[in-house]
Every structure is written in C-alpha cells, then in structure tokens.
C-alpha cells in the first residue's frame, strides 16, 4: 500500500510551523531576557554609585559663632534624595558658607551665605546667568536668574547674600529654598553676664 503523500505533507507542513512558531518565540523570548538584563545592569551600577556625602551641621554652629547674621541651613524635612556632597566654611574675610548637593534629578545645587558684597557673591555664584524674573517661595521672593546650562535664587538683606545654584532645574532650587530654616545669631554672654550684674 503506497503511503499517502498528502497526509504526510499536511502533517510535515504543521510541523514547519510549529518548529517556526517555537523558534520565533525563543527569539521573543531572549530579546526580552536581554532588555531586562540590561535594566538591571543600569539599576544596579545605580545603585552601587558612590556619592561621597558630608554631614554640614556641624559647621551650623561653627558660623553661627563667626557670623553676624542669621545662619541658614536646609532643614530635616528636606526630601529624601538631597545628598550632601561638600560643606566649604570661610571665617577669614566676609563669612561665607556654601553647602553642595546632589539632587533627586541626579544634577547639582550650591547653597551659599556670605556677607562680602551681593553683586560679587552672586557674580561668582551664578556665573553668566541673566536675571529673568522672580520666583515666590512661601512669603519670600528670590531673583532668579538663568542661562543655557546654569542658574541661580538670590535673596539678599542687609546683613548677607544667599544664592542657590547650579545645573539643575528651577524646580529644584525653589524646593531647596523652600526646605530652608534660620538660626538666630547667638546671644553674647558677656552681655547677658552684664545684663545679670545690672538687674541684680
């Protein structure tokens, strides 16, 4: 009895298609293992990034003593995400603290306080930024000034000059703002001392 030809080519035919459906499907299937490896590759070197941090507090204190003005420093309630990276204190001309930090959106900001004149603080805070409007934080409002790749919140008195600064957005510089406290300059205790003597 001759074999049915028909029959074995209907079969061999379903079974091209399913070797070529399986194949396909493997090719899928290793695209998708592949983007996934390489998501957590990046995570990973993400993860493992070292950003050198600094603890800035006790620099707080140090400026408070030096300073004749009130100290700003960011608060407790700063978002997760604010890293730290320098802490530079000036106590031998104008007082000037700047504070450094990476932020959430993986740029950089500067907080800077110093009591030398506004024009050169902010000259050498916000590079070649432009003034370009003003920016209301909580009841206060800040200059800001903006460039291509750099920008800067000046709020100035008559005791100091603070900039924030640096690569990030707008955004980020009025949260940082936003995120700041004032520490009163501390109370000379010769005074007090003099003070105690009088009433008594």
Known sequence: MAPDLRQAGHVMSEYSRANATFKNYAISLGVVVGILLVMSFVVSARSGENIPTVDYRPDIEVLRQAADY????????????????????????????????ATPRDSHAMLTQSDADRDTVVESRAKDAEPVGTVMVGDQEWEHLDSDDWGALVLSDDERTLVISGSTSVDEFAILAEHLESFPVPEDEDSGADESEDDA
């Open 70 to 101: 009130p100290v700003t420093a960011p608060s407790d309630e700063l978002p997760e995400g604010w890293i730290p990276t320098s802490s530079t204190l000036d106590t031998t001309g104008p007082v000037e603290w700047s504070i450094g930090f």
